[in-house]
Structure formats: C-alpha cells, structure tokens
C-alpha cells in the first residue's frame, strides 16, 4: 500500500551498481538507494497495485528482496527508457 507519493529524483549510478534517489533536484539529500543485485524484476503496473498513482498509465514498479518501489515517469518514453535501462543494468549485474 503506498501511503503519500513524494517526488524524488533518481540517479542511474553503474560505478556503484544502483540506483541513488534524492528529495531534492540538486542531488543534495540521499534518500536512499536500490542496489542492482537487490532487484527481482522491473515491470509495468498493468493490476493498477498502486491504486493511489497520480497517473496510473505512467506507474511502473522494482521489486527488491526487501520492499517494491512504485515509480511514476513523466511520460510513456521515459518509462519505457528507465524500465529498460534499470532491467539491462539487473542482466548485466547478474553476470559478474
């Protein structure tokens, strides 16, 4: 269940394998990260699990091991361009 949506701004770091995210656009205030190895799998919310998504058709998800982020992209492109980057960057990790 997601409790309130915040926007955060997401860094696509391969020198450290993960995804950094920030409250803030400068990339001042970490958040948090989501290690490659930690991902399961990256998909499309086709279920509408995140019933409370500001945009429902723009809501895609990254299972970890430990919790399932819900993510909103500005539009379908950049969607389709973060899940395909974050899902090769999971491949690619798995092989080493």
């Known amino acids: ?22 409250t803030d656009c400068d990339e001042r205030k970490l958040k948090g990260v989501i290690y490659f190895q930690a991902i399961e799998e990256v998909y499309y919310d086709h279920l509408r699990t995140a019933t409370s998504s500001p945009r429902p058709s723009l809501t895609f998800c990254v299972k970890t091991y430990d919790r399932l982020f819900f993510l909103v992209a500005s539009n379908a492109i950049s969607m389709r361009i973060w899940m395909d980057v974050i899902v090769t960057a999971t491949d690619e990790h798995c092989r080493y």
């Open 1 to 22: 269940m997601v409790k309130t949506w915040k926007k955060r701004w997401f860094l696509f770091d391969m020198d450290h394998r993960r995804l950094a995210y920030y």
